[in-house]
């Protein structure tokens, strides 16, 4: 459907901001380069903390280095079952 932007396109740009900024354009053309160069920054740096988090492992452990748990006190009651009684059929 759009084709992309070519010469016509630029030439009526160009012509369009120097009608709207006249003397201004080269500031106006500074300061959004100023501000692109931020944001690229900005999202750059965003980036490379997401690929530090994705890839974070704060202590690698081995198999050799696994202690094992202290062992659990358990002061509850334990389950004894009641004496059988004999029925006495036999």
Do not use: H, W
């Amino acid at each position: 459907m759009f084709g992309g932007i070519g010469t016509p396109e630029l030439i009526a740009f160009g012509v369009l901001a120097l009608m709207l900024f006249g003397a201004r354009l080269p500031e106006v053309a500074r300061n959004l380069g100023s501000t692109y160069r931020g944001l690229k920054k900005n999202v750059d740096e965003f980036k490379r903390e997401f690929q530090a988090v994705e890839t974070y492992d704060p202590k690698p452990r081995l198999t050799s280095q696994v202690e094992e748990p202290p062992p659990i006190e358990d002061d509850a009651p334990k389950f004894t079952p009641p004496p059988q009684q004999d029925t006495g059929s036999d």
